[in-house]
Nanobody, 115 residues
């Protein structure tokens, strides 16, 4: 019922910046929550940043001060601004949203940070 598409990933040098986007479409009445997760090879998928309908945000300790999560109207578009990127940020980044009581995931976008 809900489809998510991430974009904005790519290759960047350490210290650089990228802005990821998440576009939601389909049967959407209200998005209660939107989060960005990432997964590197051999590692567990981890929460990077999240934002609620009310605008409250939460960040992983590893990205605090460097990443900023934001949303558009009705939370059907989300963003992750990533600054001061480090090689350890290299991963596939996934958008996750909660619509009513269900969770939906995007296909992911690759972020590669070279040193």
């Amino acid at each position: 019922q809900v489809q998510l598409v991430e974009s904005g990933g790519g290759l960047v040098q350490a210290g650089g910046s990228l802005r990821l986007s998440c576009a939601a479409s389909g049967t959407i009445f209200s998005i209660n929550y939107m989060g960005w997760y990432r997964q590197a090879p051999g590692k567990q998928r981890e929460l990077v940043a999240a934002i609620t309908f009310g605008g409250s945000t939460n960040y992983a300790d590893s990205v605090k001060g460097r990443f900023t999560i934001s949303r558009g109207n009705a939370m059907n578009t989300g963003y992750l601004q990533m600054n001061s990127l480090k090689p350890e940020d290299t991963a596939v980044y996934y958008c996750n949203v909660q619509v009513m009581t269900k969770n939906y995931w995007g296909q992911g976008t690759q972020v590669t940070v070279s040193s």
